[in-house]
């Protein structure tokens, strides 16, 4: 999902494109774009970028480096949108202030909606909008409230509770 007012982080775009595709990512504002130097230079270690996005064509090659990038968890993959023919809309939704967020195994979900900087009301704004996602993602099986607690916390902070009510 995509925040109104961002995640306050300046992310680092890489993709992983041939031809029309590579040019189609720098004009929409790639930090990296490459095709087989790109790849060689994750095999010697060097990730200076927050997301990978790549072509379809390409995977079979990223797939060489998958070792790498899985458990640092930028592995392109279709259902995060990262493996995709439309290069340009992907690369400006990253850009954009994009959060993804998926549950544990406990059903909590953790993701980034802000800096202690930002204003009250952008934060507000934010939150609201991702109680919203969260809620629109909700199972058609699953019966009776769909979300138990809302706590917001900054990185080493103790968490708030927040009455859901109010967020709706």
Request: glycine share 10%; no cysteine; proline share 4%.
């Amino acid at each position: 999902m995509n925040l109104p007012n961002g995640t306050g982080k300046e992310i680092k775009v890489a993709v992983i494109a041939k031809g029309d595709k590579a040019q189609e990512a720098s004009n929409a504002g790639a930090d990296l774009v490459g095709d087989d130097d790109l790849i060689q230079q994750i095999s010697s270690g060097k990730i200076n970028f927050d997301i990978l996005i790549a072509s379809p064509d390409m995977m079979p090659a990223v797939g060489k480096v998958a070792k790498i990038l899985g458990p640092k968890g930028i592995m392109p993959n279709p259902k995060l949108g990262t493996v995709t023919q439309d290069v340009t809309k992907a690369v400006k939704s990253a850009k954009s202030g994009q959060v993804q967020y998926k549950n544990d195994k406990a059903g909590i979900v953790h993701a980034g909606i802000g800096k202690l900087s930002f204003k009250e009301e952008d934060l507000i704004q934010n939150i609201k909008a991702f109680y919203q996602s969260i809620l629109k993602s909700k199972p058609d099986s699953v019966k009776g409230s769909f979300v138990k607690k809302v706590t917001i916390a900054s990185t080493m902070g103790f968490g708030l509770q927040i009455n859901a009510g109010d967020l709706r």
